[in-house]
């Protein structure tokens, strides 16, 4: 490409047995998270994030954090101005 390389981001999941959802949220505070009835990955991109918790812990560039249903609200951080990918699946079906 003539401005150079891109990352694409694809979610592919079967239908009747799962679907999603993707969010693309444009960050520049901190920002909460809550995670559904099915599970929540969070996708920095172009930068990193804290996530703040009783143990702050750092996402790089293309790190996944996985959330499961269980799993608390969730405050990040952003370093700078960051674009974050938040990705729901959620189990449409039993799994035959």
Do not use: W, Y
Request: net charge negative; proline share 5%; charged share 20%.
């Amino acid at each position: 490409l003539m401005g150079g390389p891109i990352t694409d981001l694809n979610v592919m999941s079967r239908r009747g047995c799962i679907s999603h959802t993707v969010e693309r949220l444009p960050v520049s505070s901190e920002v909460e998270i809550r995670s559904t009835d099915g599970t929540t990955i969070i996708l920095p991109v172009g930068g990193g994030v804290t996530v703040l918790t009783d143990t702050a812990a750092s996402l790089g560039p293309l790190d996944a954090l996985v959330l499961d249903q269980q799993s608390q609200k969730l405050r990040l951080q952003p370093e700078g101005h960051e674009l974050i990918f938040v990705i729901r699946l959620r189990v449409t079906a039993a799994n035959g």
